[in-house]
């Protein structure tokens, strides 16, 4: 197929090729994967600029999605690929095969980092949804850090750069300018943009950004970012949200009522946690989808109720595909369980394979957890209905997966169907997510919200 970019994509390739360092902050469906891959081609095969370059993504991108758009093009069929996954001696094996293209998943970097270390050979990396890369304190970005004098390029590429604030855009920007714009200190760069904001006596959970923050952070990294929301670029088929209710039966609800009393009396507001407000969110998720693990990780089934209601949804569909995401591994095996009824094609999403069979109309229902989809893969050709079985509170994620079908080349309009417990701690999300909101601190809002209800009664 022949690309002919429109003037946006143009002008992001035309800044790759001048920057050495650029980040781009492209919508979801702007097509980020062959605009990167016609800068490289060009670069490679033209300007003689780059000779190898590695590409950082997550494990299920990695496998086949910039292969995939790699083969879509007339002008991107000289670029040779080797795709670094599996056992070490795979991934040896693949370092070790020409390529112009290496793609390995982000959690190997740090083992790619150690083995090459100042033999380097990848003169341009690019790092494909560089949120992943957030948290200053992880390994894959200290590695990163370490490296970075021996990266002469680097393309960073995200839809979502700060799920969670401002804040989060630090150690991205400095894996492009060592700390040129935002300072070489995460330390400093909240002391001056940001104010502690939800915190108990002795630790700081979240951060305010000050009065002119967001403005002068923006101005600061400018030279070296370009952002761009889709709705301002493309037209794409409009999305439709649906809260399906879920009513517990009686039998269902006492037992329900009981566990989360039982768990929400066990915690003191006043000293509840991060951590142990995302276990505490997690058993409350747990508990509306229908069964808990114990301490032992086994199941203890609670109810059916979300099960019947997923079944009748999917009745409803009356043979329209439609992508499922789970939250737990005991929600995919009910699910599994009560589709086995059924005549439906039903697969779990694992490899570049199952992308192709689902865009293929091969698969009716296509089981997968919003962490490992939600990057990247281009499945809007398979279907246009989305349903959540059950959500979870990274708004990040439940964006990211929505836009698996909700993108460029969708020609349908879009079904999101959000399986909600009423009363339960669905609501709560849901809420939270529609309002663009769900993060961490509107789960401890939640929870304490419901440890007060509790003690009331």
């Given amino acids: 197929m022949k690309f002919t970019p429109h003037s946006y994509q143009k002008y992001n390739i035309n800044r790759i090729l001048a920057n050495p360092n650029i980040a781009l902050w492209l919508d979801m469906g702007l097509g980020k994967t062959v605009i990167t891959l016609t800068a490289v081609n060009d670069l490679k095969y033209n300007r003689f600029a780059v000779n190898k370059v590695l590409v950082i993504a997550p494990k299920k991108v990695a496998q086949g999605t910039w292969t995939n758009e790699a083969k879509k093009w007339e002008h991107l069929q000289l670029l040779r690929f080797s795709i670094v996954l599996g056992s070490q001696s795979k991934r040896i094996k693949a370092l070790n095969t020409p390529a112009d293209v290496y793609i390995i ?3 190997n970097v740090v083992w790619l980092v150690d083995y090459y270390r100042n033999s380097w050979p990848f003169d341009m990396v690019v790092i494909d949804e560089s949120s992943s890369f957030k948290n200053h304190q992880s390994k894959r970005f200290k590695a990163l850090k370490g490296i970075r004098p021996h990266i002469k390029r680097q393309v960073q590429l995200t839809g979502t750069p700060s799920p969670n604030g401002l804040i989060d855009i630090w150690s991205q920007i400095y894996l492009l300018d060592g700390g040129e714009r935002l300072g070489k200190k995460i330390t400093g760069f909240r002391e001056r943009y940001f104010e502690p904001d939800q915190r108990n ?3 700081v959970f979240s951060y305010a950004p000050k009065d002119g923050a967001d403005k ?6 400018g030279d070296i970012v370009v952002s761009m929301k889709a709705s301002d670029y493309i ?11 879920v009513i517990l039966d009686d039998r269902a609800r006492k037992a329900y009522e009981k566990l989360e009393k039982e768990m929400l009396l066990e915690v003191d507001e006043a000293e509840i946690t991060a951590t142990s407000a995302a276990v505490l969110g997690n058993k409350l998720l747990q508990l509306c989808n229908g069964a808990v693990y114990d301490e032992d990780r086994n199941i203890i089934d609670i109810h059916n109720n ?14 329209s595909p439609a992508l499922v ?9 009910r699910i599994i369980k009560a589709l086995e009824k059924t005549k439906l094609r039903v697969r779990e999403l694992k490899t570049a394979e199952d992308e192709n069979d689902w865009n293929n109309g091969d ?14 893969l281009n499945l809007q050709q398979g279907g246009n209905h989305v349903i959540w079985y059950g959500l979870n509170w990274n708004l990040e994620l439940y964006l990211q997966a929505n836009a698996r079908l909700a993108r460029q080349g969708q020609t349908e309009k879009v079904f999101v169907h959000k399986l909600i417990v009423q009363g339960g701690m669905d609501e709560n999300v849901d809420l939270a997510l529609d309002n663009k909101a769900a993060t961490q601190d509107q789960l401890l809002a939640a929870l304490k919200a419901r440890i007060e209800k509790v003690k009331g009664e």
Avoid: M, W
């Avoid at 099960?307 to 043979?319: K, Q, V």
């Fill in 325 to 333: 995401f789970y939250n737990f591994q005991h929600d995919k095996t």
């Fill in 306 to 319: 979300k099960t019947e209601a997923f079944t009748e949804l999917i009745e409803a569909l009356n043979g």
């Fill in 201 to 203: 006596r002795d630790r």
């Fill in 235 to 245: 037209e794409l088929p409009p999305v439709t949200y649906n809260s399906v209710p």
């Fill in 216 to 221: 002068r952070i923006h101005e600061l990294i």
């Fill in 363 to 376: 698969i009716d229902i296509l089981l997968a957890h919003p962490a490992s989809a939600g990057y990247g």
């Fill in 105 to 107: 998943n982000r959690d």
